[in-house]
């Protein structure tokens, strides 16, 4: 299982990439390899604000559904739009062609309360 350092990650699984007053999320290669196939994203809208913990999309994988919940609070800039036609790359790529959404960070003081990679690894 992969768990890079550099990342911030969730007890809910998703992984934060954090450049300056931006992130990328996505959800972590533990995450992706229990739901299997993943076969679509229902992504939000770009301008979409969201808060610590809301909803902001659904993973679809052959057997599930899955909800996406934000690890930090922020507005929605970008979309991952390669995933509407290729979702594998979240089960191939998690943290690099697999992330879903890129925010603009609101709090910046909710990235020290996420989970270390460490602190991931003792947990799954």
């Known amino acids: 299982m992969d768990i ?7 007890l809910d699984h998703e992984w934060v990439k954090a450049n300056g ?4 999320v996505g959800i ?15 992504f939000p809208r ?4 969201y808060e610590k913990g809301d909803v902001f999309g659904t993973i679809e994988a052959v057997k599930t559904v899955a909800d996406l ?6 507005k929605v800039t970008e979309i991952n739009n390669l995933l509407e036609s ?6 191939n790529k998690p943290y690099s ?7 603009e960070i609101s709090k910046a003081d909710e ?13 799954v």
């Open 28 to 42: 972590t290669d533990y995450a992706q390899s229990e739901l299997g196939d993943i076969v679509f994203i229902e």
């Open 69 to 74: 919940y934000m690890p930090i609070s922020g």
């Open 111 to 123: 990235l020290s309360k996420l989970l270390s990679s460490k602190d991931y690894r003792e947990t």
């Open 4 to 10: 890079p350092d550099e990342l911030f990650y969730t």
């Open 21 to 24: 007053g931006f992130a990328e």
């Open 97 to 103: 062609k697999g992330w879903i959404i890129k925010v």
């Open 46 to 49: 770009i301008g979409d604000i």
């Open 86 to 91: 290729e979702p594998e790359n979240i089960n």
